[in-house]
């Protein structure tokens, strides 16, 4: 039975915390927040023997054996770092870390621990398992795109919305590390995070005036983002992210290839998810299922996050997203920002 502390207890701590009283194999031994009354809250809300206001009182505790870090993206690196030093596995929410120099950093301290990134969310369900079983073929030929194009329209806005959430001092970003993080983790994650990046020409915009009330006060970072980023195997990604802007609503997935293009869907299916079109000389192209099914009654894709850490941890296995895969994510978004800043096409050299 692994012992596991959970280090901040706003709302994502609460998946992570149903996600451990699931499973056999590890537990919630310990919750911590600064904020004393959440964490003593919290642990009596599920369970929780014990809490604590101290997150470097758990680091040096031998009884835990890993952490999982639910706070900002500007807290985390330093956390992560204490836990490595004191032999701790680690899982950190997502986006991996404020940039690209901070992954690195978490890697040479990592040793023969575990560090895991919940960005690997959508890349439990059974149909992206699929979809990385088919691209492993080589079905498609040599690569040629990689699409992505999600777009949300809000309702109401929220009554106090997350400070963090589109601020760069504590999140690094807006919503291309909010949503970006997940967005390419499926799609570079299905091929197994083997491409090279290149170059980077991208465009971030912020909340559009009609929005504004949606977003916390200091709101600074982007909520709208198009970026194209080359690779040197010889595909480009094509990217774009919106959310309170005027764009229709919108979520496309595909990767192309020389011999045919893969169309996905990254959220829960609900039917045919994973089609294949290919050329049919003389006649146009062709479609055909590659997988379908109903995942709408699957457990939450937090839950896959949570197990695969624990699973990776008993068997000395790595977990579907490592620290050095997320690494790539954080240089394609560190190239993207400084193509945004600067108006010209960044370089990954």
């Known amino acids: ?35 004393t009354d959440v964490a003593q809250k919290t642990a009596a809300e599920f369970g929780v023997p014990r809490w604590t206001a101290s997150a470097s009182e758990l680091f040096a505790d031998p009884a835990i054996d890993a952490v999982i ?45 575990v560090g895991a990134v919940c960005s690997s969310r959508y890349r439990h369900f059974d149909s992206a398992r699929a979809a990385r079983n088919f691209l492993r073929t080589g079905a498609l030929g ?17 009554a106090n919305p997350p400070a963090w959430r589109l601020r760069r ?29 290149r170059f980077a020409l991208a465009r971030t915009w912020p909340v559009a005036p009609a929005y504004q009330a949606y977003v916390a006060p200091g709101s600074d ?3 709208h983002v198009a970026a194209i980023v080359t690779f040197a195997e010889g595909c480009v990604l094509t990217y774009e992210r919106a959310e309170f802007s005027t764009l229709p609503p919108d979520n496309r997935w595909q990767i192309t290839g020389e011999r045919g293009t893969l169309t996905l869907q990254m959220f829960k299916a609900t039917s045919a998810n994973i089609v294949l079109t290919e050329p049919i000389p003389g006649e146009g192209v062709r479609t055909r299922v590659i997988w379908e099914g109903d995942e709408s009654a699957l457990t939450s894709e937090h839950d896959g996050v949570v197990n695969d850490f624990v699973d990776a941890i008993r068997t000395s296995r790595k977990p579907e997203t490592t620290l050095q895969d997320a690494l790539l994510f954080a240089r394609i ?15 990954f050299d």
């Open 221 to 223: 970072a982007e909520t």
């Open 333 to 347: 978004a560190d190239a993207i920002y400084a193509s945004s800043r600067t108006g010209q096409p960044a370089t």
């Open 169 to 197: 001092d504590l999140n690094g970003g807006g919503i291309f590390v909010n949503w970006g993080c997940y967005d390419l983790d499926y799609l570079l994650g299905l091929l197994d995070f083997r491409l090279t990046p």
């Open 69 to 113: 870090l639910a706070l900002p993206a500007n807290l985390r690196t330093a956390l992560a770092l204490e836990a490595f030093k004191h032999g701790k596995h680690v899982l950190t929410e997502k986006p991996v870390a404020m940039n690209a120099g901070e992954v690195r950093a978490l890697i040479a301290a990592q040793g023969d621990r």
């Open 142 to 158: 040599p690569l040629r795109t990689i699409t992505c194009r999600g777009v949300s329209v809000p309702g109401k806005p929220a």
């Open 1 to 35: 039975m692994l012992n596991v502390a959970i280090i901040g207890c706003g709302v994502i701590a609460q998946y992570h915390l149903r996600a451990l009283a699931k499973l056999t194999t590890a537990r919630a031994a310990a919750v911590c927040d600064v904020r």
